[in-house]
């Protein structure tokens, strides 16, 4: 089950405003955020265009949240945060996903809520495919 306007279902330009395709998991897709004003931030995107977690069986949610720790541990592995904060919302997108949000002690934002967006860190295509390796590397 696809939306032909979600970037997560697409990819593609939709994906490309906001993030970059990392890898499959087992029921989800790991895409690196494209702000990086918290290095190693990432999105967990579930496989089909639903809109709640209720939306999934008990096995489906299970493989979703073991994908999600997959890539927490990975992040932590590679970037070695302080704290990583989780994000489900979708207001507006309504494709169930999970935003992994390495926190650091030494910067702005620590004991808060994360922006969503504060668009202040796009990286080179050179730094994006180190992160990205890097990620890799710990999955």
Known sequence: MKDTNCGYCMR???LDKFGIFICELDVSSLILFKEQSKPGRCIVA???HVSEIVNISDDERNAFMADV????????AAFHPDKLNYGAYGDTGCHLHIHLVPKYKDQDEWGGVFQMNPNKTYLTDAE???MIAKIKANL
Do not use: N, Q, S
């Not at 720790?69 to 932590?76: D, L, P, S, Y």
């Open 12 to 14: 593609g330009e939709l």
């Open 46 to 48: 579930y496989k089909d």
């Open 69 to 76: 720790t997959r890539a927490a541990k990975a992040i932590h």
């Open 128 to 130: 994006y495919e180190e």
